[in-house]
């Protein structure tokens, strides 16, 4: 009995270690209030929320992008009623907001009521009506949907509604809700996705778990990939929220305005502008200063609401008209809401909590990280813009878009047909290339592509990837089905990078030669992928389709912080001045700027504080400062650019070290730190305008003191998981 | 409505007035010459900026009437000069600089 416990204990432990192992998540480093430092990482925001509804706007169907033409002279409209006239003439329209690719299904449906005959139609291009279905309207709100296959690339598309043909009778509607949706789908009231503007949607959904805005205010999320960010939330605490604080508010005035209200209970209240000597407001006081509140409003009317950190002379912090959410980090121990104009301005607080934790800012625009998830660097993926090369007896390429099925069903995949004619010889070659300038010399990379036999049977095709003369090639036999073929990892020897050439060329294959291949090919082709070494080694897609530099697959590709080495950073009011260690894990890509300094994390003054960064050799380096000097250690091991490293420095009381993944560890003894600032800077040097980081930042964690070796090492691990790699 | 990308780099005679101009989208602090040894004889800025100021950075009679309606006093002959000495582009940083025949200046910290 004793034995069959003993097991049934161990096999519990090993059980329980294992579901810790694939759960653990960094904010066990931090018991709540009782440890400073800070964890930051961006999450899919498809992930939390995925947008279906491709229309800006789905209900209110008088206001732009849709677009009403009263081309009869006799329709109406008034809001989402409408009346249209007897011709087939009058209609109301919208756009897709997002590309949609030729070849690809899309959905359109409206939920309509009323009398009289009209047509739902889905445009296509150029805006002349695609697919179309008749509907006889009855009094019950109804949804009705057509599908089919867009032909054209881009935001040409749409859904519209338009009278049911000439001399049909006039029919009187009203809209309810439309959805444009990718793919043949049934739409109903639990299927429909409905946007205002989105961020209302996305934010009343799953506000809770964003923890990144666009702005440095967090009134609007970040909803895709490309969005610049303006706040990054501190995640240490798991986003926990304090009470509610709706009861610290009470109302006040200064001069002669109309008296403020303001429900303790409810939060709705009102605020009367005159001028600045002359206002009411709404003060929320007994607050803590340096921490941040998360406020929340919504039902604003009659004008705009302020959001002030301080008093009613405080600074501006958010300004609304609608529902929406703001950070403010306060200054002192109040903050207030006003109206910003001369108007008695109505709203409902719905949130006032402290979010505990270190968040960073950056209120300028043009220096905001931007989220991103892309890998593939060629742009235009599914068709690729082809170079010829044709030497010897070589025939010219010939190359058809939209000749065949793509593997992912669309009518998008090249036909290559290629011939070197009778010559054998390396001077007689049929080929077609792309390349891409802003390589990065003695970095690595891996071209693919997808092919398939267009004639049905197997053809031997030679690829490669090069720069120059120096060429990663493959000998593939092409058969019948989609295969993605990838070359071997190529060294660039300079900045423009042929990603891929596909073709026949007299000679004998080789390895790292560019000769071989059937004398004639014809081909389908689609979907080519040029990332970094580092990436193709990844736990990623092998093949990413990018529609553009703003369009592109997210799914199953870890999100990261793209910083553009010029002056993208961000900081926080708090979260430095420690002086008893530090642990940071953080991981990255180099992707320019080898050769300068180039700051991943700081806190130093003068001589004071720590500072983390990749130095002029290129090598990981720490430094604390005791008030007169730095003492400083770097790694042997260098961080070249393209590769991704989980990258760690830490002080654990004895020693100041640094490594790079698992690598050796580089140590030295520290100094006597003396505190640098308050607060920290990510991404350059703190409190200069230098050392500014050039590449991804997957994840940033944070720990004063208490150096644990154990919880390095499931840091670490996390950290490498979080970026798809393995260390 | 979308942000736009765009870089900026603008002569050191006009930085302080660009600054100023721009408060809030571009802090152009990062310091630029043709060898990369100080002083600087332009600076950068690079990224996603509200898409009104799309215009405002290639036509200076609009970038005069949205300064004059932010409540600067300023020329339209100082914006035209400002916006004609500086080099704005849709191009990333390094080509913008590379283009310009510049280089960052790298100060030791």
Known sequence: MGVISSRIRRHRRTRLAAEMACTWNPRRLFPLGQEQGGVYYPDD?????????????SEETN???????????????????????????DRVTQQSAFPVSSG?????????????????????????????????????????????????????????IYNNGAGTAGASFTVAATMLARGAQTISDTTYQPVTTWNTEYMAAVGHLVTQFTDAAGTTAVQKVTDGVGLTLDRRFGLYRGPQLLTSGAIGLTGTATAATYSTTTGAGTVTRVDASNQSWVQFSGLTAGRSYQITVSGVSGGTLQVLDGSATGTVIASTTSATPCLVTTTGTTITLTASAAATVAFTVTQFQWLPGNHRIQAVSGSRKTLSARYNLLTSTAQLAWSAAFIGTGI???????????????????????????????????????????????????????????TGLPQTVMIYTNTGGDVSSSLVTVGNEWVFYKNPLHTATATTVGAMTIGSRGGTWASNNPYGGDTSLDLLVWGGDLRFGSDAASSIPQYQDVRSVSDFDTDGFPQFDVFDGTDDNDACATGGGNTSGLMLVSTITVVGGAGTNRVIWSDIGS???????????????????????????????????????????????????VQIDNGTIASTPRPGVSAGTAGFTVGKENGASSGYFFGRIYDVVHRFSGYNGSEHTRLKQWAARLAGVNI | MDDIFRTAIVPDDYAPFARMLMAGQFDLLTPLSPTGDAPATHYISSGMIPERFGPILSDPQTAHEAATAAGYTVTLAQITAALNASDVSEDSPQAAQDRLGLLRVVEEV
């Open chain 1, 396 to 454: 010219a390429p010939v190359v058809t878009n939209n000749a065949g099925l793509s593997p992912r069903g669309t009518m998008t995949a090249q036909r290559v047909q290629l011939n070197r004619g009778a010559g054998n010889a390396t001077t007689d070659a049929s080929l077609v290339q792309h390349s891409i300038v802003g390589g990065t010399v003695g970095a690595k990379y891996q071209g693919g592509i997808h092919l398939k036999s267009n």
């Open chain 1, 45 to 57: 925001p498809n992930a939390l929320l995925r947008r279906r509804n491709l229309l800006l706007r």
């Open chain 1, 607 to 657: 001589n004071t504080g720590y500072r983390v960064r990749i130095n002029t050799s290129n090598q990981l380096e720490v430094s604390a400062g005791n008030g007169s000097a730095f003492t400083t250690i770097a790694t042997v091991a260098t961080l070249p650019v393209g590769e991704t490293h989980v990258i760690s420095a830490w002080d654990d009381g004895v020693n100041l070290n």
């Open chain 1, 104 to 160: 690809e299904t899309l959905t359109a449906a409206v939920k309509l009521s009323g009398s009289g005959n009209i047509r739902l139609f889905m445009f296509d291009g150029n805006g002349s009506t695609t697919f179309s279905l008749a509907i006889a309207l009855t009094g019950t709100p109804t949804w009705y949907q057509v599908q089919g296959a867009m032909t054209v690339s881009g935001t040409s598309n749409g859904i519209g």
């Open chain 1, 63 to 89: 206001v732009s992008p849709w677009t009403f033409v009263n081309a009869s002279g006799a329709a109406t409209q008034t809001v989402n009623a409408y009346t249209f006239g007897a011709s087939g003439v």
